[in-house]
């Protein structure tokens, strides 16, 4: 057994000695789930947590972010661990907050579990002394882009700039001393493997819709009302005359909801919102679709008179998994599971989901993997964890591994992962080409002029 396989046994027998506090912590994150930039109490646990391993770390990055630091015998590269600290909104989800309809229909309490089991696995006897560099194990807010109305009053209010977690922890600086980073999702995504890596997800921009209209009597004086929801209703179904217009090769996605449709049902409605998504694999093809949307957003005010403003907000950016690392996470696998246990998909493979994990790969070298153990559909009301001891235990020794190939033997394995890395962008294009799109529309559809 060379030195770096005992070290990577040390902390395999460290995880499994406290996988059933892991599997009760993330039940617990279960039970009392939480959206974005709200997880007060899963951040407590983290940092009750670090704190009884003696780990020191920070509190309140991004508002709810918990960043740990876990050195090394000797300097080189730093690591990052994430988990997701924020639930989706499912009301009907057997697990569901009765009072917010919060639930973790995603898998984010296992991430938290995942990346504990990490933790308990590097503090194990010897095995920090033995790697070259740092740890960083980091517990992220709100990767559920999501409650758009609220989290733009925290900005208003100087509290953040960007909507999603992973944005305002680069804006903020809290990646400035990572080189490389790493996180596992759970998924449904039916391989008979325990593992899946590679793949890439879509680009997308949010638009917050509000349409603007006159109010009267429904039954007495519709005419003298001007009716949003109308104006809305047209703008959705221009939107789906457009869809022959969405090329597969794209993987183009059109979506939202209205989220106030007027006040009293006798009342012409004058005040309609809706939270849109346009996805697609490139930056470019957003871009294209998303004039699509505007478009369509414009034709509804022009078609009853109605003033209509879409606001833009920078959605998150394709995944791109470092190929080298990745190639080091199915060696780790493999060496724990044996062969034939990690699914490979080509990079270019996309499910059309978005996640700002592919934001953080633009400018660093970064992996995403997938691990079973999960039921029903995701961000569904039957989304659940079957399979615990998979989905957290085996995925935080699969992960510790990982960490430990890249850092013992002098770091020599981070160090040809960032020699061969080519990253998209620097920190502050990365920041200046989210900035850009954010863009505020106004349309007047009463007098067909806008800006």
Same mark, same amino acid.
């Given at each position: 057994?060379?030195?770096?396989?005992?070290?990577?046994?040390?902390?395999?027998?460290? %995880?499994?000695?406290?996988? @059933?506090?892991?599997?009760?912590?993330?039940?617990?994150?279960? *039970?009392?789930? *939480?959206t974005?930039?709200?997880?007060?109490?899963?951040?407590?646990?983290?940092?009750?947590?670090?704190?009884?391993?003696?780990?020191?770390?920070?509190?309140?990055l991004?508002?709810?972010?918990?960043?740990?630091?876990?050195? !090394? !015998?000797? @300097?080189?590269?730093?690591?990052?661990?994430?988990?997701?600290?924020?639930?989706?909104v499912?009301?009907?989800?057997?697990h569901?907050?009765?009072?917010?309809?919060?639930?973790?229909?995603?898998?984010?309490?296992?991430?938290?579990?995942?990346?504990? !089991?990490?933790?308990?696995?590097?503090?194990?006897?010897?095995?920090?002394?033995?790697?070259?560099?740092?740890v960083?194990p980091?517990?992220?807010?709100?990767?559920?882009?999501?409650?758009?109305?609220?989290?733009?009053e925290m900005?208003?209010?100087?509290?953040?700039?960007?909507?999603?977690?992973?944005?305002?922890?680069?804006?903020?600086?809290?990646?400035?001393?990572?080189?490389?980073?790493?996180?596992?999702?759970?998924?449904?995504?039916?391989?008979?493997?325990p593992?899946?890596?590679?793949?890439?997800s879509?680009?997308?921009?949010?638009?917050?819709?509000?349409?603007? !209209?006159?109010?009267a009597?429904?039954?007495?004086a519709?005419?003298?009302?001007?009716?949003?929801?109308?104006?809305?209703?047209?703008?959705?179904?221009?939107?789906?005359?457009?869809?022959?217009m969405?090329?597969?090769?794209?993987?183009?996605?059109s979506?939202?909801?209205?989220?106030?449709?007027?006040?009293?049902?006798?009342?012409?409605?004058?005040?309609?919102?809706?939270?849109?998504?346009?996805?697609?694999?490139?930056s470019?093809?957003?871009?294209?679709?998303?004039?699509?949307?505007?478009?369509?957003?414009?034709?509804?005010a022009?078609?009853?008179?109605?003033?209509?403003t879409?606001?833009n907000?920078?959605?998150?950016?394709?995944?791109?998994?470092?190929?080298t690392?990745?190639?080091?996470?199915?060696?780790?696998?493999?060496?724990?599971?044996?062969?034939d246990?990690?699914r490979?998909?080509?990079?270019?493979?996309?499910?059309?989901?978005?996640?700002?994990?592919?934001?953080?790969?633009?400018?660093?070298?970064? %992996?995403h993997?997938?691990?079973?153990?999960?039921?029903?559909?995701?961000?569904?009301?039957?989304?659940?964890?079957?399979?615990?001891?998979?989905?957290?235990?085996?995925?935080?020794?699969?992960?510790a591994?990982?960490? %430990?190939?890249?850092?013992?033997?002098g770091?020599?394995?981070?160090?040809?992962?960032?020699?061969?890395?080519?990253?998209?962008?620097?920190?502050?294009?990365?920041?200046?080409?989210?900035?850009?799109?954010?863009?505020t529309?106004?349309?007047?559809?009463?007098?067909?002029?806008?800006?």
């Amino acid at each position: 057994m060379t030195a770096r396989d005992d070290l990577k046994a040390r902390a395999v027998e460290a %995880i499994e000695g406290r996988k @059933a506090e892991l599997i009760s912590i993330s039940q617990r994150i279960l *039970e009392r789930p *939480e959206t974005g930039f709200k997880e007060q109490r899963t951040a407590q646990l983290v940092t009750d947590f670090f704190r009884r391993m003696g780990v020191a770390h920070q509190e309140g990055l991004a508002i709810t972010g918990v960043k740990g630091a876990l050195p !090394g !015998g000797g @300097a080189g590269p730093t690591v990052a661990v994430l988990g997701e600290l924020d639930a989706l909104v499912v009301p009907d989800h057997p697990h569901a907050d009765r009072e917010t309809g919060a639930a973790h229909a995603c898998g984010h309490h296992a991430q938290i579990g995942m990346l504990l !089991g990490v933790v308990t696995g590097l503090l194990a006897k010897d095995v920090m002394a033995g790697l070259s560099g740092r740890v960083v194990p980091f517990a992220v807010p709100a990767e559920e882009l999501i409650q758009l109305t609220g989290r733009l009053e925290m900005r208003q209010q100087g509290r953040l700039e960007f909507l999603g977690g992973k944005q305002e922890l680069i804006r903020t600086g809290a990646f400035d001393d990572v080189d490389i980073a790493m996180m596992c999702h759970t998924t449904t995504g039916g391989s008979q493997r325990p593992f899946t890596v590679g793949g890439t997800s879509n680009d997308n921009v949010i638009k917050l819709v509000r349409y603007r !209209g006159r109010s009267a009597h429904a039954g007495r004086a519709p005419h003298l009302g001007i009716n949003a929801l109308n104006a809305a209703t047209f703008a959705m179904n221009a939107i789906h005359f457009n869809r022959e217009m969405f090329l597969d090769e794209d993987t183009a996605r059109s979506h939202g909801i209205i989220t106030r449709g007027g006040d009293v049902p006798n009342a012409v409605p004058s005040d309609v919102q809706l939270e849109w998504r346009v996805r697609a694999g490139n930056s470019e093809a957003v871009d294209r679709y998303s004039a699509i949307a505007d478009r369509c957003f414009k034709a509804g005010a022009l078609a009853v008179g109605a003033g209509v403003t879409i606001e833009n907000i920078p959605g998150y950016l394709p995944m791109r998994n470092d190929p080298t690392l990745q190639r080091l996470f199915v060696e780790s696998v493999e060496g724990l599971l044996g062969e034939d246990t990690v699914r490979v998909v080509p990079p270019t493979q996309n499910p059309g989901g978005s996640t700002d994990m592919g934001d953080l790969s633009h400018i660093m070298p970064v %992996i995403h993997p997938y691990v079973g153990g999960t039921v029903g559909s995701n961000h569904a009301n039957d989304y659940l964890v079957e399979d615990w001891e998979l989905a957290v235990v085996t995925a935080a020794k699969a992960m510790a591994c990982t960490v %430990i190939d890249l850092l013992a033997e002098g770091a020599a394995r981070a160090r040809e992962v960032l020699s061969s890395a080519r990253t998209a962008m620097t920190k502050d294009e990365y920041l200046a080409f989210q900035r850009r799109r954010a863009a505020t529309i106004r349309f007047d559809g009463a007098s067909s002029r806008g800006s």
